[in-house]
């Protein structure tokens, strides 16, 4: 079945650096969808992307979704604490609605 | 808050006890969702409920039996549970199934089978 890879599975940082995070899938996605999840807390839906190429931001994240669709990228300049949690990639399937979900990359951010 | 909302919180439970998991959602939504989240691995999801109808069952075991009275609660029924069942169950609605839209999710319950 459609499988999302995401890496890397860990990733400590100094407060200021920047971060990124990848997903890839070994077959074109309609659509890629981005969560966070605090610790302790619940996934929380960020954005999502459906358009080759495409390239949305917030505020300090930067998301991309690749020519072939077939791989995204989640960038974070400057993290602060307030950016640690986890962040997943998920592939919707529209027959479904089932959410394919990464494995996710666990952000530590040091003061 | 999401509007979705997951009762109880925390859960301890011997394998041969019986429990409901209880989920809400006041969103108006015609979708919901149980997902599991374990302990190093991705989200799984279990079950979806289409308009009270389940319209998915990921290969999952029978002690666990979900309920949908209506498009605003779902409920999961657990019974002689194992200890590999212990994860945080997430509940998650959407206005449809079909598409791509958001799907919201609940805080989830944190289940731990003894």
């Known amino acids: 079945g459609q499988q999302v890879m995401q890496i890397p599975q860990y990733q400590h940082v100094q407060e200021g650096e920047d971060f990124t995070t990848y997903c890839n899938s070994s077959t074109t996605l309609s659509n890629i969808q981005w969560y966070k999840q605090r610790p302790g807390g619940h996934p929380v839906f960020l954005i999502q992307?459906?358009?080759?190429?495409e390239v949305k931001k917030q505020k300090r994240l930067t998301f991309q979704f690749g020519e072939a669709k077939k791989n995204s990228s989640l960038h974070i300049t400057a993290t602060q604490t307030t950016d640690v949690g986890t962040y997943f990639c998920?592939?919707?399937?529209?027959?479904?609605?089932?959410?394919?979900f990464g494995q996710g990359t666990t952000l530590q951010v040091k003061p | 808050e999401t509007g979705v909302t997951q009762t109880p919180r925390h859960l301890v439970m011997g394998m041969t006890n019986k429990k409901s998991l209880k989920c809400e959602q006041h969103l108006g939504h015609n979708a919901m969702y149980w997902y599991k989240q374990s302990a190093k691995k991705p989200l799984e999801l279990m079950f979806v409920?289409?308009?009270?109808?389940?319209?998915e069952n990921n290969s999952v075991p029978s002690r666990f039996s979900p309920e949908c009275p209506n498009s605003s609660h779902l409920f999961l029924h657990l019974h002689t549970l194992q200890p590999e069942d212990s994860a945080l169950y997430l509940c998650?609605?959407?206005?449809?199934?079909?598409?791509?839209?958001?799907?919201?999710f609940g805080p989830g319950t944190r289940l731990t089978v003894l």
């Open positions: 409920y289409s308009l009270e109808e389940r319209v």
């Open positions: 992307l459906v358009k080759s190429g």
């Open positions: 998920a592939w919707r399937d529209g027959n479904t609605g089932k959410l394919i």
């Open positions: 998650a609605s959407s206005q449809e199934v079909r598409g791509t839209d958001t799907q919201y």
